[in-house]
């Protein structure tokens, strides 16, 4: 069974952690290091010859085209990360539509072929925000991977069904949805798709749920930051033990775990998975 492996595109200083202390003004003014780390997982998922799907920025995908170029040489899939990274909750309607449709023009003007993929900023698509699949749809795009079915102070929306489908829109369209995955436990879904919580459990931990998953006939999407294999970012001064926490912990165990992740689990693409199961086309 092939499960769907994911990046999404972004520096250190960009994350939601961060939001209330950085300006987004200001990224110009920080020392990036996405590209060194993209290309660190590139090597690593060569090493292991598991393509993906590369959810990018257009922030980064302006400044550095270098990394989508690479990314789709090597044969891995280009989506849509959206243009900001901010929630889209806080975006007005016309903003947001603006920047999703920019970012797509700006990934497929880079890697000459269609993008069908989309996933929010920290997974900003809830309840509040449902009114963004709408535009999602109609600008063009065949699926989303931004709902995440827990409970969380950023993200976070209930769904009848966490495995891929089709979703009806609050405007009647039907998009393929791949929501963040999750392992049910005692009425409670236990986040197990990576990220935080990937370096938050035990490996072994982490295993063992997506196996589960795996055993119950179901596939499930993994995905990662490139500066979460990267210790030896530059240290942000004057946040929360709550944002020190999330954003820190255990980065210097990120890559080792990715390694026994790729070593033990079969991943392709989402567009792959999801034509696999004929919700796309």
């Known amino acids: ?29 920080f020392n990036t290091r996405v590209e060194d780390n993209t290309y660190r997982i590139l090597d690593l998922m060569s090493e292991h010859g598991v393509k993906g799907t ?12 270098k990394i989508v170029k690479r990314i789709s040489e090597e044969g891995h899939e280009i989506a849509s990360h959206g243009m900001s990274h901010q929630l889209i909750y806080t975006q007005s309607v016309d903003t947001f539509r603006s920047e999703t449709i920019d970012s797509k023009a700006i990934l497929e003007d880079l890697c000459q072929c269609e993008v069908l993929g989309y996933r929010a900023a920290t997974y900003s698509i809830t309840d509040a925000s449902r009114w963004a699949l709408d535009i999602i749809y109609e600008s063009g795009f065949k699926y989303d ?43 409670k879904n236990i986040p197990v798709a990576g990220g935080g919580y990937f370096r938050l459990f035990p490996y072994v931990l982490t295993r063992f749920f997506l196996s589960r998953i795996n055993k119950s006939s179901r596939e499930f999407v993994f995905y990662l930051h490139p500066w979460e294999i990267d210790p030896g970012q ?42 696999d199961l004929s919700l796309i086309r």
Do not use: C
């Open 234 to 275: 530059p240290s942000i001064d004057n946040i929360g033990w709550k944002s020190k926490f999330r954003h820190y912990n255990n980065l210097e165990l990120t890559e080792m775990r990715l390694t026994n992740l790729l070593n033990d689990f079969k991943f392709d693409t989402m567009r792959s998975v999801l034509s």
């Open 145 to 187: 991977s931004s709902i995440f079915p827990i409970k969380h102070d950023n993200y976070g929306m209930h769904l009848d069904n966490i495995n891929p489908h089709i979703l009806k829109t609050d405007g009647g369209y039907s998009i393929a949805e791949f929501p963040i995955s999750v392992y049910p436990f005692l009425n």
């Open 1 to 29: 069974m092939k499960n769907a492996f994911t990046i999404d595109v972004e520096d250190y200083f960009q994350v939601q952690a961060f939001a209330n202390i950085i300006d987004p003004k200001t990224w110009g003014e």
């Open 54 to 65: 590369f959810f990018v920025l257009g922030w980064v995908a302006k400044r550095y085209p």
